[in-house]
């Protein structure tokens, strides 16, 4: 799995919408729907906001396979 699509699927794991992730993290849902669809480039400093946001690794967002979400 690439970067967007392993964002995506925790996104959804954790029921939150492109909405409630953009405001938890004060960026645009553009932004993050790019990310998502692997358009966008990644600041590294914006991956522990989105892994804590998440409440994951920062290495989860890397995985070939999906993550184990609890």
Same mark, same amino acid.
């Given at each position: ?16 919408? %492109?909405?409630? $992730?953009?405001?938890? +993290?004060?960026?645009? !849902?553009?932004? @993050? ?7 966008? *480039?990644?600041?590294?400093?914006? %991956?522990?906001? $989105?892994?804590?946001? +998440?409440?994951?690794? !920062?290495?989860? @967002? ?5 993550p184990?979400? *609890?």
């Amino acid at each position: 799995m690439t970067f967007g699509s392993n964002l995506r699927y925790i996104r959804v794991q954790r029921k939150l919408t %492109l909405q409630d $992730l953009s405001q938890k +993290l004060d960026v645009s !849902i553009n932004y @993050l729907s790019k990310l998502e669809q692997d358009r966008a *480039k990644l600041k590294p400093e914006f %991956l522990p906001a $989105l892994a804590n946001v +998440l409440n994951i690794k !920062i290495e989860d @967002l890397y995985n070939e396979t999906p993550p184990s979400i *609890k």
